[in-house]
């Protein structure tokens, strides 16, 4: 079993930043890739970006591309998501999740992600 913990969501204006923290425990962090994920209302919940085991490997969905960074640090069991540039669209909860793999895949294969934390908001006022 995997706990996660998500911080850092909040209120920020378009063009604005935040980071997202998500803090893992339960099992060897640097076993598993870690993913963040986000759901707005009425809408699917879509892969935004994730990482594999040791970080040397990354995704970012094209609407995030450019704009936010997925970083973890293994000796800190956390995962990150830099959000620059925001706007309204970015609006949604984010969820981070843990993968049963060690490998990144939330493009091909996002069922492998099964561990996640409750969600944090974030909301990017125009």
């Known amino acids: 079993q995997v706990q996660l913990v998500e911080s850092g969501g909040g209120l920020v204006q378009a063009g604005g930043s935040l980071r997202l923290s998500c803090a893992a425990s339960?099992?060897?962090?640097?076993?598993?890739?870690m993913g963040w994920f986000r759901q707005a209302p009425g809408k699917e919940r879509e892969c935004v970006a994730d990482?594999?085991?040791?970080?040397?490997?990354?995704y970012y969905a094209d609407t995030v591309k450019g704009r936010f960074t997925i970083s973890r640090d293994n000796a800190k069991n956390t995962v990150y998501l830099q959000m620059n540039s925001l706007n309204p669209e970015d609006t949604a909860v984010y969820y981070c999740?843990?993968?049963?793999?060690?490998?990144?895949?939330?493009?091909?294969?996002?069922?492998?992600?099964?561990?996640w934390g409750q969600g944090t908001q974030v909301t990017v006022s125009s």
């Open positions: 999740a843990a993968s049963r793999l060690t490998v990144n895949s939330c493009k091909t294969s996002p069922r492998a992600y099964l561990y």
């Open positions: 339960g099992r060897t962090f640097s076993n598993y890739a």
């Open positions: 990482i594999n085991w040791n970080g040397g490997s990354t």
